[in-house]
Nanobody
Framework: QLQLVESGGGLVQSGGSLRLSCTAS????????IGWFRQAPGKEREGVAC????????NYVDSVKGRFTISRDNVKNTVYLQMNSLKPEDTAVYYC?????????WGQGTQVPVSS
């Protein structure tokens, strides 16, 4: 059973940076494509970025392109989300998701409040 734990969230000022980590245990993360999602208060959860199991392909929602970078270190069983030039509208709980053909796992989330 794969378990995911997000970390690295916290209060940041507009224009600042944070790096979120999603660390897996219980199974090897390189079997899964990984996505970062976020859910702002009163809004639906949205996909932010995703990376293939090997790290060869990435994709981003338009609102974060050029500011966020997803990467993975399969040796450390960890996926990262580097977030630069943060905006108040990036305020949300950020979740990581691991997905394979038959399985789908979520972490518990980490809060990222961005002050203006």
């Amino acid at each position: 059973q794969l378990q995911l734990v997000e970390s690295g969230g916290g209060l940041v000022q507009s224009g600042g940076s944070l790096r979120l980590s999603c660390t897996a245990s219980g199974s090897s993360l390189d079997l899964y494509a990984i996505g970062w999602f976020r859910q702002a208060p009163g809004k639906e959860r949205e996909g932010v970025a995703c990376i293939s199991s090997t790290g060869g392909r990435t994709n981003y929602v338009d609102s974060v392109k050029g500011r966020f970078t997803i990467s993975r270190d399969n040796v450390k069983n960890t996926v990262y989300l580097q977030m630069n030039s943060l905006k108040p509208e990036d305020t949300a709980v950020y979740y990581c998701n691991a997905r394979s053909l038959f399985k789908n796992y979520w972490g518990q989330g980490t809060q990222v409040p961005v002050s203006s």
